[in-house]
């Protein structure tokens, strides 16, 4: 199963753009990355996903690298609700494809 | 609403003695999955189903059986439980296996003792 690498975590002030980045080094070309996020005590929930152009929607926005190995969730406006755990995933149609495999994510802190 | 619930939220259990979580869509989904989530090991992926009667194994599904007799239904069992399964249990749903969001449940503690 292609992998994702993220940092363990990061730091950010109150209002100021957050540039999350994920490695997917192993993407293949049928790859949908996906980003989610958990706030403490909840499951996870949808941010945004893409295949090959950047995505924006009223929540954050996904650049993705031209070569597809990497990609970065961009909050426009980091606000103290948005700390949470962000998870980049790949969903595969290809052998497993219904294996849904989660790293560790990065935990974001957001410093009023 | 669109929602997936899970049932029960809470459960005290001791070894070796059967129980069920039940997991809910509303939304029509056929892909519905099963994630336990431990402290430093992140969401792994127990079992997960494309469609009626259609199941696989994820990454740990060790020690977990499921099934898929409804679209909207996919119960977790632990025939036996064991200690190592005190765990934080989520259920999810989505559209499709691929590009379709994921719809996580609210999530069952589970503490075996």
């Known amino acids: 199963d292609a992998k994702t690498t993220q940092p363990n975590s990061m730091e950010s002030n109150e209002e100021e753009p957050v540039h999350l980045p994920c490695n997917h080094s192993?993407?293949?070309?049928?790859?949908?990355i996906h980003w989610y996020r958990q706030l403490p005590s909840q499951g996870p929930e949808y941010v945004i996903h893409?295949?090959?152009s950047n995505v924006n929607n009223r929540m954050a926005s996904l650049a993705i690298a031209e070569d597809r190995k990497s990609s970065t969730l961009i909050l426009h406006r980091a606000t103290l609700r948005d700390a949470a755990v962000y998870y980049c995933?790949?969903?595969?149609?290809?052998?497993?494809?219904?294996?849904?495999?989660f790293g560790d994510g990065t935990t974001l802190t957001v410093k009023p | 609403e669109a929602q997936v619930t899970q049932n029960p939220r809470y459960l005290i259990t001791v070894t070796g003695k059967k129980l069920t979580v039940t997991c809910s869509q509303n939304?029509?989904?056929?892909?519905m999955s099963w994630y336990r989530q431990d402290p430093g090991l992140g969401l792994r992926q127990i079992y997960y189903?494309?469609?009626?009667?259609?199941?696989d194994k994820g990454d740990v599904p060790e020690g977990y059986k499921v099934s898929r007799k409804e679209k909207r239904n996919f119960p977790l069992i632990l025939e036996s439980p064991s200690p190592n399964q005190t765990s934080l249990y989520f259920c999810?749903?989505?559209?499709?296996?691929?590009?379709?969001?994921?719809?996580f449940g609210p999530g069952t503690r589970l503490l075996v003792l």
């Open positions: 893409g295949l090959t």
């Open positions: 189903s494309m469609n009626v009667e259609v199941t």
């Open positions: 995933i790949l969903r595969s149609i290809n052998t497993n494809a219904g294996k849904s495999t």
């Open positions: 999810a749903s989505s559209l499709d296996r691929v590009k379709e969001t994921q719809y």
């Open positions: 192993t993407i293949s070309g049928t790859d949908y």
């Open positions: 939304m029509n989904h056929e892909y």
